[in-house]
């Protein structure tokens, strides 16, 4: 009980200080003219409120159209029918959709001839061969050709080991000189590790084809000299020709020298007549 009762007057004794301090503060703030400010402010806002909700704001008159169109020409106005037929429209938009927009020289189909496996193997150890005979103090590599190379799209893409050992890993112009000294300007990808731009005229111009062999030495930081193994040469081209006429001139042979037999036996026959008329 003890305990209890001495508890209660400690917290009435903590009561009783905190409601002094409480009234000493209240006072030390009307002597400062706190009190009588934040009075004077909250009157203002309330007299501001009232003043806004006073105040009725008209809504804005919407713009009210006439439904008769304005017209300044004095022809008769045709009728527009929205489910005519527009064949040769339809057509041409369905011809640019199937070619991807592209014309010709942005974009061609492969149209090059098709070589085997050994005329493509063949072309690339001939390739091997010739990049054994080039300067050792310039990086070199043998690249064989795919259609995405020489046609379509006309990206050719490096080995990543050479690119990173021996390019910078930026964009640049770069030249490409075939065997003949011609050159050509295109554009190294530092990030893709191929050329794009230029690549296409000199694939166009040397008429490269699916099979293809091609050493490139990097003769030059920017150059590129380019020697070209064609997978299927002219050689095999004029042999396959000369195959061709020679299969066709045997089959034409055959018959005459099958006719030869038959034409002769009428003319026995009509010796064997002769002489029984003797």
């Keep these: 009980m003890a305990t209890k009762a001495s508890s209660a007057a400690s917290g009435a004794a903590y009561e009783e200080q905190r409601r002094k301090r409480v009234l000493e503060n209240l006072k030390h703030l009307e002597d400062l003219g706190i009190s009588e400010m934040s009075k004077s402010l909250l009157q203002a806002a309330r007299l501001q409120k009232q003043s806004k909700g006073g ?9 009210k159209f006439d439904a008769t169109e304005v017209r300044r020409s004095s022809r008769a106005k045709a009728t527009v029918s929205y489910k005519d037929d527009y064949g040769e429209l339809d057509t041409f938009l369905r011809r640019k959709r199937r070619s991807g927009g592209k014309n010709s020289e942005q974009g061609r189909e492969y149209t090059g001839r098709v070589s085997s496996y050994e005329q493509q193997q063949r072309a690339f150890r001939r390739a091997e061969k010739l990049q054994d005979g080039l300067d050792p103090n310039n990086p ?23 690119c990173k050992q021996n390019l910078p890993p930026t964009e640049f112009r770069m030249v490409l000189e075939d065997e003949d000294g011609v050159e050509f300007d295109a554009v190294y990808i530092g990030k893709r590790t191929g050329l794009s731009g230029g690549w296409r005229g000199f694939a166009m111009h040397h008429n490269l084809e699916d099979g293809d062999s091609l050493v490139f030495e990097l003769a030059e930081h920017d150059r590129f000299k380019i020697y070209i193994i ?41 010796r064997r007549k002769l002489r029984g008329r003797r």
């Excluded at 006429?245 to 034409?263: I, L, R, V, Y």
């Design 55 to 63: 105040v009725r704001v008209s809504p804005k008159a919407r713009k």
């Design 140 to 162: 070199s590599f043998v690249k064989t050709m795919v259609r995405s190379h020489v046609s379509s799209c006309f990206w050719l893409g490096l080995p990543t080991s050479f």
């Design 230 to 270: 064609k997978a299927i040469d002219d050689d095999d081209v004029e042999e396959d020709e000369s195959d061709d006429k020679n299969a066709s001139g045997g089959t034409k042979e055959e018959p005459a020298e099958e006719d030869s037999p038959a034409a002769e036996p009428p003319k026995g026959a009509k």
